[in-house]
């Protein structure tokens, strides 16, 4: 891989690696870190790059691991929903912005109570939209593996909703307390 090709693979990528690691890290600035670490391990290994049968599925993996590595060493991992927000590709309509923030901050809040496999499983799929097989690829996971966890993150997710109010707020069975 010479500098050109290096240049277009981070312009290709910059974006895309940023939101994954900030799914993890949830800080704008670790983010960016993991994504100049991942960017420097590709520099590093240009002279391999090309014998790396799927780049990009590699990149995610680093990505990743980077962004795990990140957490074991910093115990605050808050961010806000109007900074988690500020990751969207697009800004939104702005008569849109509070319905939007609202549905951000219940999405949020049902993808933090999966379980690590199924919310990584569901990003992958539903925010970076990728394959099963592509999925599979770059977990490790087998191809059926990937299908079930998703397939339980989305009923999750469904189940959380439709306990919501329309005012965002979780209604509370009153015999329950």
Not at 10 to 23: E, I, P, Q, V
Not at 37 to 42: E, I, N, S
Not at 98 to 103: G, I, K, S, V
Not at 109 to 119: A, G, I, M, Y
């Amino acid at each position: 891989m010479n500098a050109e090709q290096y240049e277009a693979v981070f312009h290709k990528m910059k974006d895309k690696l940023y939101r994954y690691a900030f799914r993890f890290v949830k800080d704008s600035e670790s983010a960016e870190d993991v994504v100049q670490d991942v960017m420097y391990k590709l520099w590093q290994k240009r002279e391999e790059a090309d014998g790396i049968e799927n780049l990009e599925a590699w990149l995610m993996v680093l990505t990743r691991n980077r962004s795990l590595d990140m957490l074991r060493k910093v115990k605050d991992n808050h961010v806000s929903v109007d900074e988690a927000y500020t990751v969207s590709d697009q800004a939104p309509v702005a008569d849109k912005l509070m319905e939007t923030a609202d549905l951000m901050s219940l999405l949020m809040s049902c993808l933090n109570q999966l379980p690590e496999k199924q919310r990584s499983i569901f990003h992958l799929r539903e925010i970076e939209q990728m394959t099963y097989e592509e999925i599979a690829q770059q977990t490790g996971y087998n191809l059926d593996d990937v299908k079930v966890n998703l397939f339980r993150a989305r009923k999750h997710i469904q189940r959380m909703v439709s306990k919501t109010d329309t005012f965002g707020l979780y209604q509370h069975n009153i015999t329950h307390g």
